[in-house]
């Protein structure tokens, strides 16, 4: 497994907000993270980078127990995170925000011209600062910076959120170029149809806790279990 999660209980302050989650991602897989709001989806992932730290269970890495690692470790070893508000750095250039990004790990190395072999539209993009680019550019942006941290595994948090369906499609058609490539993802995502579109396994979660995991098929293809989970 690239990675495991394994029972971990995360709170903010005194307020549990996952109990005992536990998940695995295969090598080059897309598991579907799925659920309300407020089911810990986010929570999830910001337990996976330490940026909230477990206070109980293991994160495992790589075959790397990173459950104590800091946050900037966790990413050099190869773990790229896309989150929901983007952040890129508002008053650097889109060339500027991409250099500070790139590190080696064990993994593929991606360069700036694979970015653009991916979204055409980046190339042209470069001079302009961050602060000036539309909600699709800095997806782009936010994608192709994940890349060029050479991951082996990238969290996607919302990706289609506030995005044309041209550019949702495209962050897509990424994600199964990421998986061609042996890159593994997990997704959360609020259009449950999107994300098990593009899912091989789906992992439910309801008011922090484990509702459900099987094949993304099953869930996407079963409208009752579908309806029973989500209510969509």
Known sequence: MILEVDGIHTFYGETQVLFGV???????????????????????????????????????????????????????????WVPDDRRLCPTLSVAKNLQIAAKRTRFRAWTVKDCCGIFSALDHLMHRDAENLSGGEMQMVAISRALLGSPGLVLFDEPSQGLAPKIVEDVLATIRHLRDQGVASVVVEQNAELALSVADRALVLDRGRVAWQGEADELRHDRALRQRLLGA
């Open 22 to 80: 536990s998940f695995d991602v295969r090598p080059g897989e897309v598991v579907a993270l799925l659920g309300p709001n407020g089911a810990g989806k986010t929570t999830t992932l910001r337990s996976i980078l330490a940026l909230t730290r477990p206070s109980e269970g293991r994160v495992r890495f790589d075959g790397a127990d990173v459950t104590a690692w800091p946050t900037h470790r966790i990413a050099r070893a190869g773990i790229g």
